[in-house]
């Protein structure tokens, strides 16, 4: 029996609740893709991270608060959102070790942020505010609806992996890259010109994704090749 990978899932944190949680579209997706999710402790603690980044074969960062300004050098304006410098710590961390190990990353909307951000990038910290479009980048319910297109970068291994010129998503964010990263190489483009997809040439597997494979996993077929490309690269 072939070994399911262990994919380590960055933990929701609820203020007033003061509690850890899960969206069951991520456990459910890995889980569908061949792999075992495992959500972890918030935790900065080095001795956890390092033992977690040994144990497990790839890393999910998900969704869930802005990412703090201060990750890339900016105070925030008033219509940042709300941020948690817990998951900032700990996922600044864990990166660094997953990248050192070269272990699967794979960054869902916020992940995406965070990705750029920690690699040298800058985001926009709220796009009606800074960078207003025509376009649906914060659909209501129900989420696993496509609201607008993406054009795939040729020659990317996203579209050598979907072999198609463009896709349709869903969106649900008010922050996107503004500035990408020098380490990161955009992998696809929403028509309005924002950043949607991206990937570290250097790495075996360290992706982003701005929209959300964890919602349409069960009606988009793109969304299981995602989910099933990172699940082999941990295997």
Not at 118 to 139: A, F, I, M, N, R
Not at 208 to 227: A, C, D, M, N
């Amino acid at each position: 029996m072939m070994k399911r990978p262990l994919i380590g899932l960055i933990p929701l944190y609820d203020e007033k609740k003061e509690s850890l949680w899960m969206l069951p579209g991520y456990m459910d997706g890995i889980a569908k893709a061949g792999g075992t999710p495992l959500m972890l402790p918030l935790t900065e603690d080095e001795e956890m991270l390092t033992q977690l980044a040994g144990l497990c074969d790839g890393f999910l960062l998900t969704g869930g608060h802005d990412v703090s300004p201060a990750l890339y050098g900016e105070v925030p304006v008033e219509a940042c959102g709300v941020c948690c410098s817990e998951r900032d710590a700990m996922e600044k961390k864990l990166f660094a070790l997953a990248l050192s190990k070269d272990k699967p990353v794979l960054g869902i909307c916020r992940g995406i942020q965070f990705l750029n951000a920690v690699l040298g990038g800058t985001l926009y910290q709220d796009l009606p505010l800074q960078k207003p479009s025509e376009l649906e980048h914060h659909q209501k319910p129900p989420y696993e609806l496509p609201v607008h297109k993406v054009m795939l970068v040729e020659g990317t291994p996203l579209a050598e992996l979907l072999q198609v010129p463009e896709l349709s998503v869903n969106s649900y964010h008010h922050q996107a890259i503004r500035e990408l990263s020098p380490r990161l190489t955009a992998m696809a483009y929403a028509t309005d010109g924002l950043v949607e997809a991206v990937y570290m040439k250097e790495k075996p597997f360290v992706w982003g994704v701005q929209w959300h494979p964890e919602f349409s996993w069960k009606t988009e077929e793109s969304s299981r090749k995602i989910l099933g490309r990172f699940v082999d690269a941990a295997r």
